[in-house]
């Protein structure tokens, strides 16, 4: 983690604490996640992440494809054991129920987003129905852990509580659900774990008006 408790490669690929989404899904390749996503299969390359980026406004993955900050995403993914991760650097991929059209199939996916206004939404759904879909402020763990889905219980339960934080007693902080949608799918990472994997990389482009 790193000090604001955020998962530090999470921290290392974005472009300061601004909105952006990680999506988690079990059983699916990393080119059809970014598929359902809303890349289209030519935009979609394999990706080497640059050293560095450019500047503080860029991400790394934008910055390995070189694209035109005027595109409306950039999505990286890539895959540990049966569970495939795509950050969205800029949050384009919150609208459209994305959780439920990963998750189809019988297959288990989480979408974890936080926004430049501290915002924070957790959505957990299985089989292309949402189980969990909640505003992490209203989240409290005492409260809500029981009623959740063992696997998912015991992903906030790894994650933990910031003690940073100024929380009252049983309340989640804001990046919960980043540490927590990485606890489910063993996202226990580096930049340089990252370097080593293959990655695909997708430009989501402005839709024209």
């Known amino acids: 983690m790193d000090s604001e408790g955020q998962p530090v490669w999470i921290t290392d690929l974005e472009e300061g604490h601004g909105n952006h989404i990680l999506h988690v899904v079990r059983g699916m390749e990393p080119v059809e996640a970014l598929k ?3 890349a289209e299969p030519g935009a979609i ?21 070189g694209t035109d900050p005027g595109a409306a995403a950039v999505l990286l993914a890539g895959s540990t054991g049966e569970w495939t991760f795509v950050y969205d650097d800029s949050g384009w991929t919150f609208e459209d129920e994305p959780t439920g059209t990963l998750s189809a199939a019988g297959r288990a996916a ?24 909640i505003s992490l402020d209203d ?67 402005q839709p024209l008006d």
């Open 36 to 38: 359902a996503l809303g």
């Open 45 to 65: 390359r394999p990706c080497e992440l640059p050293g560095s980026r450019p500047d503080e406004s860029t991400s790394l993955p934008r910055a390995a494809l």
């Open 110 to 133: 989480v979408t974890s987003s936080t926004t430049i206004n501290g915002d924070a939404f957790f959505t957990y759904a299985v089989d292309g129905q949402e189980i969990v879909d």
């Open 139 to 205: 989240l409290v763990l005492a409260d809500d852990l029981p009623g959740m889905p063992a696997e998912l219980r015991a992903a906030f339960e790894a994650a933990g509580v910031a003690d940073w934080e100024d929380l009252e007693p049983g309340e989640a902080d804001s990046l919960i659900g980043m540490r927590a949608a990485c606890a489910l799918a063993g996202l226990a990472l580096t930049l340089d774990d990252l370097r080593r994997m293959p990655l695909l990389v997708a430009e989501l482009a």
